[in-house]
């Protein structure tokens, strides 16, 4: 019995003492909280969501491109020259100015012939004085005759110096005319959107019409031509009228269209490359001769494939390519057949329908399932 009771007293010893170390392990580090104090709460376990930016599959036409580099030039060029002889009293330009048509370049002097004017002005006025008198006199000399009183030859007299003096006024009228002419032709303006490209002659300098070069030469710029330098390899892809995409590096966000004019017939030597001419319209007058600019050849076109940004594409170990298309702001991987991959967006055989969203910004910290916050990129040139 009392072996009994020994037994009992240590399994009790054993259990106060093991639980008293549970305790102690397991309130070690913690501050109780006083009485009546509201507990503090459990750790945040809300799951990260990443910020992406989307785009929407959509079907778009896709076109083969042949990239090439070149340089702006002026499409046309003009001299404007004087019509007249004489002496330089402005010059209203300088070298890299932008023109307009219609606007002054220069004037000549014309104080000659604003001299030369006034003086027929005042002789015409003095020959229609005389006109009027002659006229009176011949109607008068009319009646008479017509009652016997002067002879036939004193008649035609009266007509003939109402001829002579109506000639004078005709005379002095063509003449003011023409001086006025020539004053308006004093002042040179300019024909074309250009920018000056020289000034040849300054301030003081005599011109004459005879001259093979103008006062100043003009660039024309409302369209241009972009020079591409062409190898010869891709030559036999190349044909007049072909469009182009021309992407003006001062310009990053702007693309302009254009078409090949010609094909120059001979190569450079040194770079085995031909020069393709393209014509482009510049109506904003953005494109200046010799600006740098990158270019891409229309090949061919591919219309209304389902597309997607080429920023969209992830390439797995195993060389297939997969998407990450968002529904619900969650991440879903969703792997892709491609068919036509282009600068302006890559072609979707098999693995998305039209207007599903996908990843275009942020998809490196990405993996199935992963929860976004997703917003559509803003819309840029490629």
Partial sequence: MRRTLWVLSGIVI???VAGGLYFHLATAGKTVPPAGATPAKGPD????????????????????????FGAINYLDKVDVGAEM???????????????????VVAVLDTDLLQAELQTKIALKA?????LQLAAWQRQAQQKVFRVGGIS?????????????????????????????????????????????????????????????KGVVTLMKIDEVYAEAEVNERDLARLRPGLAVLVFPDAFPQSTLRG??????????????????????SNPDLLLKPGM????EVVLDKVPQVLAVPVAALRQAPDKSW?????????????????????PIGAEIKEGLQPNEMVVVEGAERLKDLSRVISSPVSPTRP
Avoid at 45 to 56: D, F, N, Q, S, Y
Avoid at 126 to 130: C, Y
Avoid at 292 to 295: E, G
């Fill in 14 to 16: 054993l259990l106060l």
């Fill in 45 to 68: 376990l809300a799951v990260e969501r990443l910020p992406v930016k989307t785009a929407a599959a959509q079907r778009m036409d896709l076109e083969v491109t042949l990239p090439v």
């Fill in 85 to 103: 002889p004489g002496v330089l009293k402005e010059v209203r330009v300088e070298p890299g100015d932008l023109v307009h048509p219609g606007q």
């Fill in 126 to 130: 003095q020959a229609e004085a005389q």
């Fill in 152 to 212: 036939l030859n004193d008649m035609e007299e009266a007509e003939a110096k109402y001829r002579e003096k109506r000639a004078e006024v005709a005379r002095y009228t063509a003449e003011i005319a023409q001086t006025r002419t020539q004053i308006k032709k004093a002042t040179l303006i300019s024909p074309i959107v250009g920018i000056v490209g020289q000034k040849n002659y300054n301030r003081g300098e005599r011109v004459s019409s005879q001259t093979e």
């Fill in 259 to 280: 078409k090949i004019e010609r094909l120059e017939p001979v190569l450079k030597q040194e770079s085995r490359s031909v020069i393709a001419k393209v014509q482009v």
């Fill in 292 to 295: 740098f600019t990158r270019m």
């Fill in 322 to 342: 997969y998407v990450f298309v968002i529904t619900d702001e969650v991440a879903f991987m969703r792997k892709v057949a491609l068919g036509l991959v282009t």
